[in-house]
């Protein structure tokens, strides 16, 4: 069941020793199967990527935008079904995140400064609304980031939006949350129950007890990332982290501030953790840092990939990021990390039957099955 499979905390993945075909760390549904070699490694049996594709149709002069998805089987990437179309116009047209639960996964965009979420049903992609099979609220703003917590066994989604957040229970509607001190931006959230939920807002960082939502102002509060509930990792200039008591910090990638602004943190364990971001002195490139357990190391991704600003890392020797290729084509790049060096998996080449010729994709967000592997 959904609550089995993220109630039990197992260790980390890649540990010394560790065969996964011989003494599985997690029940089959995480979506986990076996490196070759000797011991097993457990690595990631599916993922999703989420992208926009910017294309000038037949009979147009402008480009019109399409929201594009990508699916890895454990061994390649190939086009999954996209989400919407949208013609030219002057607003913006964009997804921000893909996030899978068990079997469920969920993409929000933003579209014309309206937040909107879907949902794959197993044949298209549907959008959550009132109502609908996926409960959804009414949005009216931005939305910037989702995740789900467990709730006493059940499942909570939580979405936060400019000046906004909901709580959608999987057993009833959605309600908008309050008692927030403060002003929902940007961000994204952390943690695994609704008695222990964190989410970042650029300057200042919001805690859930369950009960009250507390708020600290802090700097960097961009990109958060929790290995545990006293193990947490946050950043945007520089990084700081949450020991159970207080932040502390500022840590710097290899000893010198980031090249640039972080926008997601993630990892597998204590010692194995990544920041990703914009890289101020790569006209745009992208940028990565990898943490020990001891310091932060820079990591060199893989030539041409800009725009990097989600993880999705489920063991030691697995890990995925993703972005467009610079210069712009129809491929984009995924980069995929095999726990010592970076390189590029490119998915098919992206298309529309109605195209005047290739446009460009740019890859925005990744996600999968395989349960995050936590801190004994």
Known sequence: STSDANDAAPPPCGEAGEDCCVAPLAACDDGLTCSTGSPHKCMISEAWAVGSYSVVMQGQSYPSTVLVTAHYDGTAWTLGKSIKTFGFDFNSYYPVDIYENGNQVRVITNEADVGHEYWWNTVSWAECTPGNSCQGPTQTANVWAITSTINNGSVDYWLAGTGVMYRCPSTSTCTKVTGISGS??????????SQDLWYSSVDHVYHFDGTTWTSTSIADAEGIYDVSSTDIWMG????????????????????????GLIWSIGGSATDDVFAVGYDQNNNGGSFA???DGTNWKRTTLPTGLAGAQKWYAPSRIEAFTVGGASPNDNKGIIAHW???TWSAMTPSTVSDPNESGPGGVSWNAVT?????????
């Open 368 to 376: 999968g099955r395989a349960r995050p592997r936590r801190a004994p």
């Open 236 to 259: 945007y200039q520089q990084l700081r982290h949450w020991n159970g008591t207080s932040w502390t910090g500022p840590y710097q990638i290899g000893g010198s501030q980031t090249p």
């Open 289 to 291: 840092g990898h943490w």
């Open 338 to 340: 095999n726990g010592t």
């Open 184 to 193: 929902i931006g940007t961000g994204k959230f952390a943690g695994q129950t």
